[in-house]
């Protein structure tokens, strides 16, 4: 049995959003335990962004080949 396309794909910007939101609040509090000025709430974000965008192509890609 085959998912529906729509709710195949209803998480994955749910996904996104928390990961980012994660990635800023552990930043901050990175930045917090190191007296820096904002840089890890700058970085965790984008790195935790990248990782989520090549987890989510990879589940793509995976799923338009019928891979499971």
């Known amino acids: 049995m085959q998912t529906p396309g729509p709710l195949r794909y209803a998480g994955l ?3 996104l959003a928390a990961t980012v ?3 800023v ?3 901050q509090w990175l930045d917090r335990k190191a007296g820096t000025n904002g840089i890890f709430t700058i970085v965790a974000p984008l790195l935790g962004f990248g990782g ?3 987890s989510l ?3 793509l890609s995976r799923s338009d080949k019928g891979d499971r």
């Open 13 to 15: 910007g749910i996904q």
């Open 21 to 23: 939101v994660v990635c």
């Open 52 to 54: 989520v965008m090549y």
């Open 57 to 59: 192509i990879r589940q």
């Open 25 to 27: 609040l552990l930043g």
